[in-house]
């Protein structure tokens, strides 16, 4: 199975490029997000991405699809689980940046939701029902522009706001569990690891 590919852009289109590694050239579905980050690409330049990968018998040509991130790769994974949302539906789906939609679904935001492309306010319910609970890290996926920066100072204050104004802790409450998750793991020095870590403790309990 492809996970991950790195190569040179040789052609790009409004919803795929095609991608030269070791002289393979792979042809790439890039969801809209995915896609508006590859703007300032052009033939030749390098582009690496985290491949979702797909053969099935009714599709026995494979399927990828890329995605910047591995934490967009797998939110990626969890929408297609959801009851009439397939692979392509989805690609065409993912119009807005993700950590908007992981919060609507946490949030049970279903009028955001039907904002995507091709969902309607039946399917929305569909993904809240089946996703509500699942989405807290995703909530935190910064813009892939942001991921070469420094980390922000105030990714602590980052992650209790989130706690408190998406997903209803109180702010006592959420203090207190970044403080557990920091004590645990001082590595963690972005939202996205500090997230996990604030949840990873929170479920061992």
């Known amino acids: 199975m492809i996970g991950y590919l790195k190569g040179t852009l040789l052609k790009k289109e409004a919803d795929r490029i095609l991608l030269l590694v070791n002289d393979v050239g792979y042809e790439i579905l890039l969801p809209t997000v995915v896609m508006e980050t ?6 030749g330049d390098d582009v690496a991405l985290y491949i979702f990968y797909q053969q099935t018998e009714r599709l026995p040509k494979p399927l990828l699809i890329g995605f910047n991130l591995e934490a967009e790769r797998e ?30 679904i946490e949030t049970g935001d279903v009028a955001k ?16 029902a089946t996703l509500g609970g699942k989405m807290e890290k995703f909530a ?23 706690l408190t104004e998406q997903l209803g802790h109180k702010p006592a409450e959420a203090k207190r569990m970044v403080a557990e998750a920091m004590a645990r793991n001082p590595a963690a020095k972005t939202p996205e690891s500090l997230f996990e870590e604030v949840y990873r403790g929170e479920i061992a309990k």
Not at 143 to 159: G, H, S, T, Y
């Open 75 to 104: 939110f990626f994974q969890y929408f297609v689980s959801v009851e009439d949302i397939g692979p392509l539906k989805a690609v065409k789906a993912l119009n807005i940046p993700i950590r908007d939609i992981a919060r609507a």
């Open 140 to 162: 935190l996926i910064r813009r892939p522009e942001a991921e070469a920066a420094l980390p922000d100072p105030d990714f602590i204050k980052q992650v209790i706001e989130v």
């Open 113 to 128: 939701l039907t904002e995507l492309k091709g969902i309607g306010k039946r399917t929305a319910q569909k993904i809240v």
């Open 38 to 43: 590859l703007a300032t690409k052009r033939h």
